[in-house]
């Protein structure tokens, strides 16, 4: 579906190169030299490679790689923490790599806030003093500054709080501070470099889902750095895939697990658990043969499983709404007793989904039913595709084996 939806920062071509031969280097890297290749010859490291890219308005975007790739500088680019050595980055079409430093500290005060790794909150002020601090360093009044940090925390759940002090709070708590100091100047965008790396499992798992709870309700645009794909995962609307400095590739979890473009891609990936990824939209037969009530008799059926070979079908109304499944055996015997309608056969205690449910959610279904499984639209009920159980197993054996036997025992014993 294409995008319709604002461009929020776009960037074309950007290259970031540390070293202090760097035109010599930025020359060879446009002849086409490699990254190794230039660091031998001019002794510059390139930090980032011709990105281009674009992020639309409200998307939560995800860049992530592994220790080099490239991603937290291309982040600190964004709002020029880093100076680009070449190309450019425009916020809301301006280009910003032209700006002042006045100009630019307006940016950052407005435009953008960034939540770092680090908490880097101050210990001798309070939660409510520490969210309001990038506010005080604006001038803004106490009473003012003092009322939108605690707006600011009362949205990331710290109402309470506001008096106590950093060292009596947990990690996830300190980082939820973090957040809500950029959170209180109401910026569009939001930079969060590796925010929850340093967080315990489990109270990252409890940040993660507090941070999708929070971008429900206040829809900004978000570029997020990891170097945990399940967290990419977890959090994306899209994911940038970088390494040594190059994008890879752009994509939903979806787009990048089932079409890697490069075989770093590939291999990065293959380790996922895709059954909790791949969707019934992506797995489902769009437009399969049906079965129309009210029109199609068994006779009529019979043809249609015939000239297919298949031995089961969907039925539909005039408004293309799910009914349910008929048989080949149960169409036969109907034909036989000269039944005009299908009516009598239409086995309608069968499993429906939307296009959003994915593998795993999927395959308990298949331990109840022989029939294939029905993906509708979930308002209309319109019958969109289907998913066959022959088409969840095989993209299921990619995973455990185990599970998969189990299973097929089931689904045998039904």
């Known amino acids: 579906?294409?995008?319709?939806?604002?461009?929020?920062?776009?960037?074309?071509?950007?290259?970031?190169?540390?070293?202090?031969?760097?035109?010599?280097?930025?020359?060879?890297?446009?002849?086409?030299?490699?990254?190794?290749?230039?660091?031998?010859?001019t002794q510059c490291t390139v930090g980032v490679n011709r990105a281009n890219f674009e992020i639309y308005e409200g998307e939560f975007f995800v860049i992530m790689g592994l220790s080099g790739s490239g991603k937290s500088t291309l982040l600190r680019c964004l709002n020029r923490l880093i100076e680009?050595?070449?190309?450019?980055?425009y916020i809301n079409g301006d280009d910003v790599t032209g700006k002042n430093n006045k100009e630019l500290l307006d940016i950052r005060r407005t435009e953008m806030s960034m939540v770092f790794q680090k908490f880097g909150l101050l210990p001798h002020r309070t939660v409510i003093e520490n969210v309001a601090f990038g506010l005080e360093l604006r001038g803004e009044g106490k009473e003012s500054r003092?009322?939108?940090?605690?707006?600011?925390?009362?949205?990331?759940?710290?109402?309470?709080?506001?008096?106590?002090?950093?060292?009596?709070?947990?990690?996830?708590?300190?980082?939820?501070?973090?957040?809500?100091r950029a959170l209180t100047n109401n910026p569009e965008i939001l930079l969060m470099d590796e925010a929850f790396s340093a967080l315990d499992p489990l109270i990252k798992t409890e940040m993660q889902d507090e941070l999708l709870d929070l971008q429900d309700k206040v829809k900004k645009t978000i570029v997020f750095i990891t170097h945990d794909l399940d967290e990419a995962i977890k959090?994306?609307?899209?994911?940038?895939?970088?390494?040594?400095?190059?994008?890879?590739?752009?994509?939903?979890?979806?787009?990048?697990?089932?079409?890697?473009?490069?075989?770093?891609?590939?291999?990065?990936?293959?380790k996922v658990d895709r059954k909790a990824i791949i969707t019934a939209g992506a797995l489902m037969h769009e437009k399969p043969t049906v079965v129309r009530f009210g029109k199609d008799g068994p006779e009529g059926t019979l043809r249609k499983m015939r000239a297919t070979g298949l031995d089961v079908l969907?039925?539909?109304?005039?408004?293309?709404?799910?009914?349910?499944?008929?048989?080949?055996?149960?169409?036969?015997?109907?034909?036989?007793?000269?039944?005009?309608?299908?009516?009598?056969?239409?086995?309608?205690?069968?499993?429906?989904?939307?296009?959003?449910?994915?593998?795993?959610?999927?395959?308990?279904?298949?331990?109840?039913?022989?029939?294939?499984?029905?993906?509708?639209?979930?308002?209309?009920?319109?019958?969109?595709?289907?998913?066959?159980?022959?088409?969840?197993?095989?993209?299921?054996?990619?995973?455990?084996?185990?599970?998969?036997?189990?299973?097929?025992?089931?689904?045998?014993?039904?």
């Open 146 to 180: 003092e009322q939108k940090a605690q707006e600011a925390l009362d949205t990331v759940g710290l109402h309470g709080f506001e008096h106590q002090y950093p060292p009596q709070l947990s990690g996830g708590m300190q980082q939820r501070v973090g957040l809500a």
């Open 314 to 414: 969907p039925v539909v109304n005039d408004h293309n709404e799910f009914l349910g499944f008929v048989w080949v055996k149960d169409a036969v015997a109907a034909a036989k007793r000269q039944e005009k309608t299908v009516e009598s056969i239409i086995l309608k205690d069968v499993p429906s989904v939307t296009t959003a449910l994915t593998v795993e959610e999927m395959l308990p279904l298949i331990t109840s039913t022989r029939s294939p499984i029905a993906v509708i639209d979930g308002d209309s009920k319109r019958l969109l595709g289907i998913v066959t159980q022959n088409s969840l197993v095989i993209e299921a054996t990619r995973f455990d084996e185990q599970d998969i036997t189990e299973l097929k025992k089931q689904a045998n014993n039904n």
């Open 84 to 89: 680009p050595t070449a190309g450019s980055i």
């Open 235 to 270: 959090l994306g609307d899209r994911i940038v895939i970088m390494k040594d400095g190059v994008i890879e590739q752009i994509g939903t979890a979806e787009e990048i697990l089932t079409n890697p473009a490069t075989e770093y891609v590939e291999a990065f990936v293959k």
């Open 1 to 41: 579906m294409e995008e319709t939806r604002p461009i929020k920062i776009k960037v074309e071509d950007l290259i970031l190169i540390f070293g202090k031969n760097k035109e010599k280097a930025l020359r060879l890297l446009k002849e086409g030299k490699s990254k190794k290749e230039i660091l031998e010859t």
